[in-house]
């Protein structure tokens, strides 16, 4: 038994923790042992299957184990100095140097995101969204008021022009819904024209006229509305 599996089998037995940020022990038990035997687990290392010891070993979540002896072992700053300047080099072509690999890439991923979240919740970059947020409103609000007031011109050109209408020209237009503009706004003079013509319809074209014109008590659709109710009661009476 190698000094890794004599590490990874007392850390098993005795019920280590292994978590690299542990905040209630720090695996200290763990980490001593690294520390007592580092020159050992090193060359352990090198010829160690992770896969076969991933089998062996998972009662203690190997995974983390393995991640902390890495750690340990190449931490540049830690305590094991002589043993640092050594591992990456020694590591290297085995599967525990490609797992070291894979851990310092997942470590810049990490510090290169938690920089951007950083300059993303910066004052400078808060205020930059909220310039950005607010000149858009402003245009959105300005494309609304342009398009208003070229809606409105045109309504009233399209009301102006139906009231030039003969009654009976404008009562087709309301039937096929070809009014370029919304039937509350149809001109009083023109509704009292329209109402004229309603005893003179069939009883389908008053149909057609209630489904169009919508129910309101604005005057004076209103009372278009109520003459047409009436005329289609007396058509069905008759």
Not at 83 to 103: F, I, P, Q, S
Not at 222 to 238: G, H, I, N, Y
């Amino acid at each position: 038994m190698d000094a890794l599996q004599t590490l990874l089998t007392t850390a098993r037995d005795k019920r280590w923790c292994v978590k690299r940020y542990c905040t209630t022990c720090g695996a200290r038990e763990y980490r001593q042992a690294i520390h007592d035997n580092a020159a050992g687990l090193l060359e352990a290392l090198k010829v160690a299957r992770l896969d076969e010891l991933r089998r062996q070993f998972r009662e203690i979540h190997f995974d983390d184990a393995l991640r902390l002896l890495l750690m340990e072992l190449a931490d540049p700053f830690g305590p094991l100095v002589g043993v640092t300047l050594t591992a990456d080099a020694e590591l290297g072509g085995t599967e525990a140097g490609e797992y070291l690999t894979r851990m310092r890439r997942h470590e810049e991923r990490l510090v290169e995101e938690r920089a951007r979240r950083a300059e993303y919740a910066s004052p400078a970059a808060v205020a930059e969204r909220r310039r950005l947020k607010k000149e858009a409103t402003l245009a959105r609000s300005a494309e609304r008021a342009d398009w208003k007031r070229w809606r409105d011109t045109e309504a009233a050109e399209a009301i102006q022009a139906f009231a030039r209408l003969e009654p009976r020209e404008a009562l087709r237009r309301i039937l096929d819904g070809s009014a370029e503009f919304p039937l509350y706004r149809l001109p009083e003079a023109q509704v009292a024209a329209v109402c004229e013509l309603l005893p003179a319809m069939t009883i389908a074209d008053l149909q057609r006229l209630r489904e169009r014109v919508p129910v309101t008590r604005a005057a004076p659709l209103a009372s278009l509305s109520r003459k047409v109710d009436a005329a289609l009661r007396t058509k069905e009476f008759d």
